[in-house]
């Protein structure tokens, strides 16, 4: 069974817009992670944020997690058209061999 | 990239056929993945390891096998192929140094007829 359920599923705005999605998860983690997917090709890890974290920079990205909500959203500022994608969060919840279990996504449209 | 590459990209195949799709890695890192990924279920685990000959079973394992005989390659296989295994395949590792953080491979394109 999925472990992070992502809201929106999918999300349009303009360049320059900030754009923020949100996971929730079932279980206690160890961490949190999100992921990039272009059409069609692999996914791309962006950032990690532990548990004893509550948030997280990197670039333009800022990734908050609230443990006691068992939630966590990620922001993206100033998009930008390459922006486009899908945006996937992992969670790993200490199963042993870094096993992490993914959201749905959510799939950004950044319009010119 | 990771030095991950996938064969073949893209294959169709027909229902009760076994297939075998192969990840290999240059890096001799010492976990590997196997997810499939379908519209509205995101990425599933399928079966992983954590080191040569030994794998385990992931959410998703019944119909498929893997084999991991040496550190670079990890081969999973669909016994006999049905329909329901129509997906998109990707293979990912874990950095010996970074091993919270996966690195996938392009995909592979599996259509079962």
């Known amino acids: 069974s999925q472990q992070g359920e992502e809201d929106p599923q999918a999300l349009s705005i303009q360049e320059g817009e900030n754009a923020t999605m949100n996971c929730s998860y079932k279980?206690?983690?160890?961490?949190l992670q999100w992921y990039r997917q272009n059409s069609g090709r692999g996914l791309v890890h962006l950032i990690l944020?532990?548990?004893?974290?509550r948030e997280k920079h990197s670039g333009r990205l800022r990734v908050t997690l609230d443990t006691s909500k068992k939630s966590s959203s990620l922001l993206i500022t100033a998009s930008r058209a390459a922006d486009t994608a899908s945006y996937f969060c992992a969670t790993d919840a200490n199963q042993g061999a870094q096993k992490l279990v993914f959201g749905q996504g959510t799939r950004l449209t950044i319009n010119p | 990239d990771a030095g991950i590459t996938q064969s073949p990209r893209h294959k169709v195949t027909e229902t009760g056929t076994p297939v075998t799709l192969r990840c290999h890695q240059t890096e001799n890192h010492r976990y590997m993945y196997w997810y499939r990924q379908d519209p509205g279920h995101g990425l599933r685990l399928i079966h992983y390891?954590?080191?040569?000959?030994?794998?385990d079973k992931g959410e998703v394992s019944d119909g498929y096998s893997v084999s991991r005989s040496k550190t670079e390659d990890f081969l999973l296989t669909l016994e006999s192929a049905t329909s329901s295994q129509t997906s998109v395949y990707f293979c990912a590792i874990a950095r010996q140094a970074d091993q919270e953080t996966q690195y996938f491979g392009p995909g592979t394109r599996l259509l079962v007829l």
């Open positions: 390891s954590y080191g040569v000959k030994d794998t």
């Open positions: 279980t206690s983690i160890n961490n």
């Open positions: 944020i532990r548990s004893n974290e």
